[in-house]
């Protein structure tokens, strides 16, 4: 499974980015998706996930009603649509994709992550 997010980048507080990953290698609308961050001096922790088909979605307490995690199984893509930003999102985000089609699936697979970084 190949995994290739995009769409980090440097936005002040309050601003919006959307960050989409392609994957390859196998069936993807068979797998959930999800989203992970790390930010610096800290651990990987985990920010959202959406089930196989797109009906399920989960999401870390901190950022909900801020970011939207979405699929679009024709283009093998999932995004995180992050609105509302603050400083404390600052991380390296990563696409995860997992071993079974629900949001509680183990997640196996990483991308090689995309930078957010949210000035004050």
């Known amino acids: 499974v190949q995994l290739q997010a995009s769409g980090g980048g440097l936005v002040q507080a309050g601003g919006s980015l959307r960050l989409s990953c392609s994957a390859s290698?196998?069936?993807?609308?068979?797998?959930?998706m999800g989203w992970f961050r790390q930010a610096p001096g800290k651990e990987r922790e985990f920010v959202a996930a959406?089930?196989?088909?797109?009906?399920?979605?989960r999401y870390v307490d901190s950022v909900k009603g801020r970011f939207t995690i979405s699929r679009d199984n024709a283009k093998n893509t999932v995004y995180l649509q992050m609105n509302s930003l603050r400083p404390e999102d600052t991380a390296v985000y990563y696409c995860?994709?997992?071993?079974?089609?629900?949001?509680?699936?183990?997640?196996?697979?990483w991308g090689q992550g995309t930078v957010v970084t949210v000035s004050s």
């Open positions: 959406i089930s196989a088909r797109g009906g399920g979605t």
């Open positions: 995860a994709a997992s071993v079974g089609p629900f949001v509680s699936s183990d997640f196996a697979y």
């Open positions: 290698g196998r069936t993807f609308s068979n797998y959930a």
